[in-house]
């Protein structure tokens, strides 16, 4: 089976609350150099070295760089085919959905040949 770490659940979660508090706390930092352009970052506890030094422009493409595997984890997509791969009940449902769509369009369209047939 040719699974990547991202096909576990709870590495997966991992990775995205480590992006989520990544990218919260480069947005906080935006925030407050954008702020108080003329604090120095150093003054602030617990702010990593690399961060310390960094101008607004590099934070904010930093924060950037974060998001988007982010986004790309936490979309509607990722979650169907995460939802596709993992739950049979899923699956089912949405199986049991499309069928129900192939009844209804079925019954639209011998609707639609009576009334032409009714109207003849």
Do not use: W
């Not at 699974?3 to 906080?28: C, G, I, P, Q, Y």
């Not at 003329?38 to 003054?43: A, K, Q, Y």
């Not at 790309?72 to 899923?90: Q, V």
Request: hydrophobic content about 30%; glycine content about 2%; charged content about 30%.
């Amino acid at each position: 089976k040719n699974e990547s770490l991202l096909d576990n659940t709870t590495t997966r979660n991992k990775l995205v609350d480590e992006l989520f508090e990544l990218t919260a706390f480069l947005s906080a930092r935006c925030d407050e150099l954008a702020r108080h352009s003329e604090t120095i970052l150093s003054e602030i506890p617990d702010c990593p070295p690399e961060i310390q030094t960094t101008q607004l422009g590099n934070l904010e493409k930093m924060l950037g760089t974060a998001n988007k595997p982010l986004e790309k984890l936490t979309n509607d997509k990722m979650r169907h085919l995460l939802l596709l791969k993992n739950s049979e009940k899923y699956l089912d449902r949405l199986t049991d959905s499309m069928h129900a769509q192939l009844r209804l369009s079925d019954k639209m369209e011998d609707s639609i040949e009576e009334m032409k047939i009714e109207n003849h």
